[in-house]
């Protein structure tokens, strides 16, 4: 299991405090919070990778153990900037009390050298002050002559006097700017430790400023990804491509790319190992053939299709058929373009894969001139609703909260109490079905299986979004939701009550807060409802959810996200409308309070959608100019295929 609870930091001298959105109140961290996280990242590695690091890697764990405490500072955060260079008069820390001694020692062992930055380098990162100051050293000019022009006219002042090699001197004088040695292979322990290249020391101030509270999981050597020295050194040759093209110049425009940078980067992928074959490791091989996607995608964008349907040969991976059929669209291959897609048809990887297929069939059957297939668009309703801006809604801006303003809008104009009967829209859209899978499935997610956890600080496994996920949980995923189609969801709301606040890629916390059902007061027996639970408050979102929704229904919901999670994890309906009868509330009097402490409407002539004890049905908002994407049409039809009423709102103001 993890240690990170029991880890103490280095010190505690002038605590750090630092505050930001993401808390309410400033977070005061010990002076070395750093250098404790990197101590706490060498253990991790340490423990779990010991016996396959390399004399390189173990002499510098032994090397930064012998340093001493402003020296290991000092370098701890030389790695967390940006660099590569860096010089004296840069570094000011005050918990660091010899700067100039620690550089010295760093030097003496070998983990940083002196080197003269790139020149364009240096002249970006100069000043104008500097670059005037050393131009007037050098030259004589009038400081103010000089004063007067821009930095890049500065550069060309100097460029045309001839000063140009003088002026770099001045800036960059002997032993004056360093870099990071090749001993300092502080990356080797990043990539071991989290085991993915997003991820860096930054992590870790997620977790001390409490912004996240990460769940306990098994990192043992036993579920580690990498059990060999030759699977090591290969996370290593495939992090320094990845970085290749992403820095090198490979990733950008197609006319800013040398192709015979690129002719190179692409002979050094084919030359790759086959790790899963040789060393049967899916991580690798999934991370080589990434490599081979982006190689692929920019051949092609440069015109190079055939070489670019060479390497999309190497893998299945979604996009690849995609771009196979693109490509020999134009080749002018139409025919075996149209192979591709009804293979994409007929079993497709992914959801995603399925919707480009469809358009591409249809563009190849025109192109062939074949009749085009009829486009599939989906079963559901749609109804109009004119709402008067409030203030609130006229006060905000932008699309972002024009999004908002019409989905809230919305929300409050469709929640009504008719007759009897209370309709009470709540503003969800993918927060509450994720909620609601992630709770479900929360023990199964954060089970210990191979590769999945490599540290830590993840919010899910490694393999969440790819199709190895379910396989590998097969047993204890049909399991659950055999429980669930029995009616048994009693494992949500345990999840919900022992895990709360912890940090799960599917559960959003903040939905269910700040409601209560004391609010509502309503008679909580006649409606099955508590409103306690070991002195815990019970979200009314999450009780309705479950009264509405069944787990034979849950269950045929999950089973259909899990043929692909990432794609399935959004598109949702915007608004969730519970229905509850009057026979269901106190009396009508409390519901009648209820709308109106909501700032609710009574509208006695409003559709009576719904006419049973606890129910639900969905809807999409859609403001003037915004129109539906393909994963929130199959939802809709999805939804009504299955039982539930989901329809698309069309709003527009009334000016």
């Not at 402003?70 to 900037?81: E, K, M, P, Y």
């Not at 990845?242 to 190179?264: A, C, Q, T, V």
């Not at 396989?471 to 494992?491: H, V, Y």
């Not at 916390?509 to 004391?518: R, T």
Request: charged fraction near 25%; proline fraction near 3%; glycine fraction near 6%.
């Amino acid at each position: 299991m993890t240690q990170r609870e029991n880890e103490k930091p280095v010190g505690v001298k002038n605590p750090v405090r630092i505050s930001g959105a993401a808390s309410s109140t400033a977070k005061v961290l010990p002076t070395y919070y750093y250098l404790s996280n990197f101590q706490l990242m060498l253990k991790g590695v340490a423990r779990r990778y010991g016996d396959l690091l390399d004399e390189v890697e173990l002499g510098f764990i032994d090397t930064f153990s012998a340093l001493t405490p402003d020296a290991q500072c000092l370098l701890v955060r030389l790695i967390s900037r940006k660099g590569p260079w860096f010089c004296n008069a840069q570094l000011n820390y005050s918990e660091i009390e010899g700067v100039p001694g620690a550089i010295s020692e760093l030097c003496k062992q070998s983990l940083i050298c002196y080197e003269q930055p790139d020149e364009s380098w240096l002249l970006h990162k100069s000043t104008k002050a500097e670059l005037c100051q050393a131009l007037v050293e050098i030259s004589q000019a009038l400081v103010k002559d000089i004063k007067r022009l821009k930095k890049s006219e500065l550069v060309e002042y100097a460029q045309g006097a001839g000063l140009l090699s003088q002026l770099l001197s001045k800036l960059a004088p002997e032993e004056h700017w360093f870099c990071l040695s090749s001993q300092a292979v502080y990356r080797r322990f990043e990539l071991l430790y989290f085991e993915r290249m997003n991820q860096s020391l930054s992590q870790f101030i997620l977790a001390d400023l409490g912004i996240h509270n990460f769940e306990s999981y098994s990192t043992s050597i036993a579920s580690r990804s990498f059990n060999t020295r030759a699977e090591i050194e290969g996370l290593y040759s495939l992090s320094k491509l990845y970085h290749e093209f992403e820095e090198g110049g490979l990733s950008g425009k197609p006319s800013d790319i040398s192709i015979e940078k690129f002719d190179s980067f692409c002979q050094r992928i084919t030359e790759l190992p086959d790790f899963t074959k040789e060393a049967g490791n899916e991580k690798l091989q999934r991370m080589t053939q990434g490599l081979w996607l982006m190689a692929a995608r920019q051949l092609e964008r440069l015109g190079h299709f055939e070489r670019a349907l060479a390497l999309y040969a190497n893998t299945e991976r979604p996009p690849s058929r995609e771009r196979q059929a693109r490509c020999l669209n134009k080749l002018g291959r139409d025919d075996d373009a149209l192979e591709f897609v009804e293979l994409m048809l007929a079993s497709p990887m992914e959801e995603s894969e399925r919707l480009v297929a469809r358009r591409l069939q249809k563009s190849l059957h025109r192109s062939l001139g074949r009749a085009a297939p009829k486009p599939w668009q989906g079963e559901f309703d749609t109804f109009k609703l004119e709402c008067q801006r409030t203030a609130n809604d006229e006060s905000l801006e932008g699309g972002e909260s024009n999004a908002q303003r019409v989905e809230q809008c919305a929300a409050r104009h469709l929640s009504t109490m008719q007759g009897g009967k209370l309709r009470f829209c709540v503003e969800v859209e993918n927060r509450l079905f994720c909620s609601l899978f992630g709770l479900a499935f929360w023990d199964i997610i954060f089970a210990d299986v191979g590769g999945a956890f490599a540290n830590s600080y993840q919010s899910r496994p490694s393999d969440m979004y790819q199709s190895e996920f379910y396989p590998r949980r097969k047993i204890a995923i049909e399991e659950r939701l055999a429980a669930l189609a029995s009616g048994d969801t009693q494992m949500i709301t345990d999840h919900f009550y022992q895990k709360r606040g912890i940090t799960n890629d599917w559960v959003h916390w903040p939905l269910f807060e700040g409601q209560s059902l004391d609010l509502f007061e309503l008679d909580l027996l006649e409606l099955d409802l508590t409103n306690s639970r070991e002195n815990d408050e019970i979200p009314l979102l999450l009780q309705l959810a479950l009264k509405a929704f069944s787990g034979a229904f849950l269950a045929k919901l999950f089973r259909h996200m899990l043929f692909d999670l990432r794609y399935y994890r959004a598109g949702f309906p915007d608004l969730i409308c519970f229905h509850l009868t009057a026979e269901h509330l106190a009396t009508e009097r409390l519901a009648t309070e209820l709308l109106a402490t909501e700032n609710l409407a009574i509208d006695d002539g409003a559709p009576n959608l719904i006419d049973s004890r606890v129910t639900a049905e969905l809807i999409e908002v859609k403001g003037p100019g915004d129109a539906l994407r393909d994963n929130q049409t199959i939802w809709l039809d999805w939804f009504n295929r299955n039982g539930v009423k989901a329809s698309v709102c069309y709003l527009s103001w009334l000016d």
